[in-house]
């Protein structure tokens, strides 16, 4: 990380150094750095310690909804007062959803007493919440959240702090979220579905402060998913850090798995000389050789780890040449991409996704591929396409490759082939290891049946899914566009 000493900084140095010299009296040795207050109750019958305007929604233009927030002095866990939140049904008007923040607009909180964020919780049916701290939406630097369960009864909920000693000024009291689409059910019948039924339905939050329990077990943090994975790779190249978690014993036996920012985890190389991390979990591979990655939380290893193996430098796929103006694409650094795209959308266990940036260029890795599917938000219509173009290498040897298109029929959903169709192309033969290989496919030669069912020719106004399909097999892809 590079640190930029601004002029402002270089004139309060340059003072300081005046007054060190010129004053006989130096800084008092009782003198302490400021401190913040340790207020730990968020809300019981009304917010503590903040304004008025404590609650900060998500944004309105996101599908979040203003209006399902409140406070009910008719329904409380303790006192005469509890938050209400009415959970908007699908086809609400303001939004589908409802969450936000309790913030301190002051400068902040000094939580590091504390080891979890706790509060009371029920709904009016079983569903699920997410909750946690540390966002401010300012720098969100210290974020946790977990999924709750909720009961029709008061079940108090335990949030572990991964590391108290990092929350010495927060601002990011309390966060939560919710929506109909969130409720549990389609696999038990005997739970009510808002998405199913068009229903909303309510929580009631109490009660929300920080606590020192003491009684939590010791946690385990985990990089990786808590997996030594392994990964060739080329100099000049980024790599995200991924699989993050947290997960405490609490006092019940239970235990509790949050979602965490890296900034919580201290990272290592075993070889700064071959790939250097930085505090926020990206990796960059400076040469060849081998050096593996490793963190802490505290005085806690995480779990998991990253082996790089280094073979040399990298070259990137050669830059597309058509203007943007004559493609739709789908992945790609040089154009602008599709809405909402996923490039594991659906996938056969054991399968590693990776991004991954060589030289400033972003690229996808798949390993252990059997199939995976690109998607999108809703569908596109492509018949006035004539090729689909996509950049490959093939990693392991003597590996296939099929590209499928998935088209979801006039409905525009994924019905199983309800009204949809799909076909394939077998471009094994053009692959060459280690080899970037521009696929041209032209659109009437996707005439394989597929393995879902698909059989071949498929419709191209309501395309939903590129689907690549292989034995097993480890490939880059880059640059994917319709033109």
């Given at each position: ?23 006989e ?18 809300y ?38 509890s ?27 000094n ?10 919780v ?74 199913d ?135 790609s ?22 991004a991954?940036?060589?030289?400033g ?36 040897s ?86």
């Amino acid at each position: 990380m590079v640190h930029t000493i601004k002029h402002t900084q270089i004139l309060g140095l340059l003072l300081l150094i005046l007054m060190t010299v010129s004053c006989e009296r130096d800084i008092s040795e009782d003198a302490v750095p400021a401190t913040f207050p340790t207020t730990a109750e968020v809300y019981t019958d009304n917010p503590v310690g903040l304004t008025d305007e404590f609650f900060i929604s998500f944004d309105p233009a996101g599908g979040a909804n203003p209006e399902a927030f409140g406070t009910d002095d008719n329904e409380a866990y303790l006192g005469s007062s509890s938050i209400r939140i009415d959970v908007p049904a699908p086809n609400d008007p303001n939004g589908n959803f409802v969450g936000g923040i309790f913030k301190d607009r002051g400068d902040g909180r000094n939580l590091t007493g504390y080891d979890a964020l706790t509060f009371w919780v029920k709904g009016s049916l079983t569903g699920s919440l997410e909750a946690g701290f540390g966002t401010d939406f300012e720098i969100d630097e210290f974020p946790v959240s977990a999924f709750i369960d909720l009961a029709t009864d008061w079940r108090k909920v335990i949030i572990p702090i991964p590391d108290p000693s990092r929350l010495v000024q927060e601002k990011g009291m309390f966060l939560f979220a919710a929506g109909s689409f969130d409720v549990l059910g389609d696999d038990n019948p005997d739970v009510a579905t808002s998405f199913d039924d068009n229903v909303g339905y309510t929580i009631w939050i109490d009660e929300i402060r920080f606590e020192k329990l003491g009684t939590l077990g010791q946690g385990q943090p985990k990089i990786f998913n808590g997996v030594d994975e392994t990964l060739e790779t080329f100099s000049g190249s980024t790599i995200q850090t991924t699989g993050i978690s947290y997960t405490a014993n609490l006092p019940s036996g239970m235990n509790q798995s949050v979602q965490l920012s890296t900034n919580y985890f201290t990272f290592s190389s075993s070889n700064p000389n071959v790939a250097t991390v930085t505090d926020t979990g990206e990796i960059t591979v400076l040469t060849s050789g081998e050096a593996t990655i490793t963190a802490t939380v505290g005085n806690l290893s995480a779990d998991g780890s990253l082996q790089i193996t280094t073979t040399g430098d990298f070259e990137n796929a050669p830059d597309p040449t058509l203007p943007e103006s004559d493609v739709l694409s789908i992945y790609s650094d040089f154009y602008s991409v599709i809405d909402g795209l996923d490039v594991g959308a659906f996938n056969n266990d054991g399968i590693n996704i990776e991004a991954q940036t060589f030289n400033g260029n972003e690229l996808i890795e798949y390993q252990n591929l059997g199939f995976v599917g690109i998607g999108w938000n809703d569908t596109v219509d492509v018949s006035g396409f004539t090729h689909i173009h996509l950049d490959v290498q093939r990693l392991t040897s003597g590996s296939n490759f099929i590209v499928e298109l998935l088209d979801y029929g006039p409905d525009g959903i994924d019905n199983g082939f309800g009204d949809g169709s799909a076909g394939g192309f077998n471009a094994t033969s053009q692959m060459i290891d280690e080899e970037w290989v521009g696929l041209d496919i032209p659109l009437n030669s996707f005439t394989l049946p597929t393995g879902a069912g698909g059989a071949g020719n498929p419709n191209l106004n309501n395309i939903g899914n590129i689907i690549l399909v292989s034995n097993s097999g480890a490939f880059l892809i880059d640059n994917v566009y319709f033109y």
